[in-house]
């Protein structure tokens, strides 16, 4: 059983930058893929970020250029740099896991979820 903890999540006014973090552990796959989604009150969850086991990143149209996935300074953590964050990128951030070595931004390729971090952008 993996368990993953996000930290980061908080309120910014647009134009602002959050640095949410997972924190992943109790897995022993030796490939492994991590992803980011986010939803809405009212909408359905998304992608929007993944990072293969080779480094490959993914990222929805909504966000290139502006979000950046990446390991952490630890092996354990995921991180996803935001920047430039608007309105609507206001939701509740989860962090995911995938027992495969390429996951897209398809919720169905990963098997293990946190319990999710909360990103409030003001206008």
């Known amino acids: 059983q993996v368990q993953l903890v996000e930290s980061g999540g908080g309120s910014v006014q647009t134009g602002g930058s959050l640095r949410l973090s997972c924190a992943a552990s109790g897995y022993t796959y030796s490939t492994y893929c991590m992803g980011w989604f986010r939803q809405a009150p009212g909408k359905e969850r998304e992608g929007v970020a993944s990072?293969?086991?080779?480094?490959?990143?993914s990222y929805a149209d909504s966000v290139k250029g502006r979000f950046t996935i990446s390991r952490g300074d630890a092996e354990n953590m995921f991180d996803l740099q935001a920047h430039d964050l608007k309105p609507e990128d206001t939701a509740i951030y989860y962090c995911?896991?995938?027992?495969?070595?390429?996951?897209?931004?398809?919720?169905?390729?990963?098997?293990?979820w946190g319990q999710g971090t909360q990103v409030t952008v003001s206008s």
């Open positions: 990072i293969d086991s080779d480094g490959s990143t």
């Open positions: 995911a896991f995938g027992r495969a070595q390429v996951c897209t931004l398809t919720s169905g390729d990963y098997v293990f």
